[in-house]
């Protein structure tokens, strides 16, 4: 387990201040949970319940029997968000399922209940959850306003757009929960926004700065406000490919800059960015794209990368892998780096979107 210290931090967090607020990273340690889930929807048969984590992981199953639901939720952690999602088969409708995001503290009683009030074209009813105070209802504002929009069809008139994402949205309403800071994990632009986060954050009670979203946003501001200005790839992302040839940074001394793609094959984000990227890329001669893997069994990484035929694709080796999590803070993939040939950053954190415009203005 990586372990880090954060010092305490003062109230101003003008951008000069930043570098001192988040002088050094912060430590998070899970506090294990159990809450209780009680529920009754009648007229949908036997529902089904699956509990997954913030990061939408399978955690466990449960069943309400004829909609009749009392059980308690074990081995969880306090204070964080999870996510259920219910299906069932109603007796007028038929089937139908709706997910909800859920905010657990340790002992609560969190009751799933039939809002018939809602008036939803071909849905008698949506469950909504009874308990989880301020946070809760946060986040099931939320989470109604992404999933009740209407989603039209794209230009080609067969294929349906995308959700809008109304995250930001909601971080705007400074509101210093934890919930969001959850929303600002899912983000990409934290540069962007951080004197406006960094606010928030220092204006937020103690419980919200050491939860797990508050700490992750600490850390992440540490890692914006003290970003190495270098790879020295003798130190770090020191790596071999799928023939067991090390990465070599003078292969690629031709290349003006290079994109450093950051994945693995455990994280299915990572993996659904790998073509899209590599597309991006392929527009801008004066750029080369390499893959790092953080997998630690070639048996997880190498099929994949050979199935994909991925190019310029190594894994880290081990022994440098945790000093590139920590020089890097790598806590969530797929992270773009662009530098220059010698290893000088350019860009230290970027999304598909800005990466495109990024090479376009370089």
Same mark, same amino acid.
């Given at each position: ?17 930043? *570098? ?19 529920g ?7 529902v ?9 992981d399978?955690?466990?199953? %449960? ?17 964080e968000?999870y ?12 089937? +139908?399922?709706?997910?909800?995001p ?34 809760q ?6 989470? /109604?306003k %992404? ?7 794209n ?36 540069s ?22 508050g700490?992750?946003?600490?850390? !992440? ?16 992302l020191?790596?071999?490919n ?7 940074p003078e ?11 950051? +994945?693995?094959? +455990?994280?299915p984000?990572?993996?659904?960015q ?9 527009? !801008? ?5 390499? !893959?790092? *893997?953080?997998?630690?069994?070639m048996?997880? +990484? ?7 035929? %991925?190019?310029n /694709? ?9 000093? /590139? ?8 993939l ?13 860009? !230290?954190?970027?999304?598909i ?10």
């Open positions: 387990m990586i372990v880090f210290f954060l010092a305490s931090c003062g109230q101003d967090a003008g951008s000069d201040g930043l *570098s001192a607020h988040f002088s050094t990273l912060k430590p998070y340690q899970p506090e294990q949970a159990s809450f209780r889930l009680v009754q929807m009648p007229g949908n048969g036997d089904s319940i699956i509990l997954s984590n913030d990061k939408k399978y955690i466990q199953s %449960i069943m309400a029997l004829s909609g009749s639901l009392d059980v308690v939720v074990e081995e969880v952690n306090d204070n968000i996510f259920l999602t219910i299906s069932g088969m109603n007796e007028n409708t038929g089937y +139908w399922t709706q997910q909800i859920l905010f657990v503290t340790d002992g609560a009683e969190i009751e799933l209940i039939l809002d018939t009030e809602l008036d939803i074209p071909g849905d008698p009813h949506q469950i909504r959850v009874v308990g989880g105070g301020e946070e209802q946060f986040l099931e504002d939320w989470n /109604s %992404i999933y009740s929009q209407v989603i039209p069809l230009e080609d008139g067969k294929s349906f757009a995308e959700y809008k994402n109304f995250s930001q949205e909601f971080i705007d309403k400074g509101r210093a929960l934890m919930s969001t800071f959850y929303l600002i994990s899912l983000q990409r632009n934290y962007d926004h951080l004197e406006a986060y960094s606010d928030l954050y220092l204006q937020s009670a103690p419980d919200v700065q050491n939860s797990k979203y700490v992750d946003f600490a850390n !992440h501001a540490h890692r914006i406000t003290h970003a190495p200005n270098k790879i020295d790839f003798s130190k770090i020191t790596a071999r799928t023939r067991l040839l090390p990465f070599e292969a690629f001394a031709e290349k003006e800059y290079l994109v450093l793609y950051i +994945w693995a094959s +455990w994280e984000k990572a993996v659904a790998l073509e899209e990227v590599a597309s991006v890329v392929s527009d !801008h001669g004066n750029a080369a794209l390499l !893959h790092f *893997s953080l997998d630690t069994r048996s997880d +990484w190498k099929p994949l990368s050979d199935q994909m035929g %991925i190019e /694709s190594y894994m880290v080796r081990a022994e440098t892998r945790q000093a /590139s999590i920590d020089q890097l803070y790598l806590t969530t797929p992270r773009i780096i662009v530098v220059r040939s010698n290893g000088e950053i350019v860009k !230290h954190e970027l999304s979107e800005q990466l495109s415009e990024v090479l376009t203005d370089l």
